[in-house]
């Protein structure tokens, strides 16, 4: 089993950052695909970006040059850095894990992000 705990989100006016962080705990092992993932309301809940294990990157056109997934492999735990953000940036964002050695996929509860004036 693997746990995984998000934080960071908040109310945040357009513009402005923030820093997502998902803690990940059980068995993570070290071959394994980061990501976060998105659900605006009324919406299906979409990409944003992944890691791998070695650092290779992906992200949704839409927050490309502005969102940045990074991770610290020592502590089990991705990050995301949001810059710019837009009002349809608002959404429940997800944390997901994808452990490849046992096929299986975890997601955490989620954490919400508000992009108000």
């Known amino acids: 089993q693997v746990q995984l705990v998000e934080s960071g989100g908040g109310l945040v006016q357009p513009g402005g950052s923030l820093r997502l962080s998902c803690a990940a705990s059980?068995?993570?092992?070290?071959?394994?695909?980061m990501g976060w993932y998105r659900q605006a309301p009324g919406k299906q809940r979409e990409l944003v970006a992944t890691?791998?294990?070695?650092?290779?990157?992906n992200y949704a056109n839409s927050v490309k040059g502005r969102f940045t997934i990074s991770r610290d492999n020592a502590k089990n735990t991705v990050y995301l850095q949001m810059n710019s953000l837009k009002p349809e940036d608002t959404a429940v964002y997800y944390c997901?894990?994808?452990?490849?050695?046992?096929?299986?996929?975890?997601w955490g509860k989620g954490t919400l992000v508000t992009v108000s004036s």
């Open positions: 997901n894990a994808n452990i490849l050695v046992t096929a299986m996929v975890y």
């Open positions: 059980g068995s993570i092992f070290s071959d394994n695909a």
């Open positions: 890691i791998t294990s070695g650092g290779s990157t």
